[in-house]
């Protein structure tokens, strides 16, 4: 069974930091981009950051809103993902949700953006974030 479990959400003050983790297993890390996407009350779902687990480099990719604040990485023997999150703004507040996608990221962000496609194959759960101001 393809589990991905988001976990480390939480209530920070503007500036502050959190962690984010997406736990996964059944299906094969390595051959999966893990995606972080994002909702906020009353908006459409958006991409936040793409990381490709099966680039020896471990090519990354953000989304413009939180290039220089947010951070992602993989830990392969884990099988996790985290998403460090600094400079924390309210505009930040949303529900975070973890996504695999087995073609890797440049199949959800093209053009200078993220998409939200049928690549996103599998969904996490969902952690909320709240950046009080």
């Known amino acids: 069974e393809v589990q991905l479990q988001a976990s480390g959400g939480g209530l920070v003050q503007t500036g502050g930091s959190l962690r984010l983790s997406c736990a996964t297993s059944?299906?094969?890390?390595?051959?999966?981009?893990i995606a972080w996407y994002r909702q906020a009350p009353g908006k459409e779902r958006e991409g936040v950051s793409c990381?490709?687990?099966?680039?020896?480099?471990?090519?990354?990719l953000y989304a413009d809103s939180v290039k220089g604040r947010f951070t992602i990485s993989s830990d392969n023997a884990k099988k996790m993902v985290n998403l460090q999150m600094n400079s924390l703004k309210p505009e930040d507040t949303a529900i975070y949700y973890c996504?695999?996608?087995?073609?890797?990221?440049?199949?959800?962000?093209?053009?200078?953006?993220?998409?939200?496609?049928?690549?996103?194959?599998?969904w996490g759960q969902g952690t909320l974030v709240t950046v009080s101001s």
């Open positions: 996504a695999a996608a087995p073609d890797g990221c440049g199949w959800v962000y093209y053009h200078g953006r993220f998409y939200d496609t049928d690549s996103l194959r599998y």
């Open positions: 059944g299906f094969t890390f390595h051959d999966y981009a």
């Open positions: 990381i490709d687990n099966d680039d020896h480099d471990g090519n990354t």
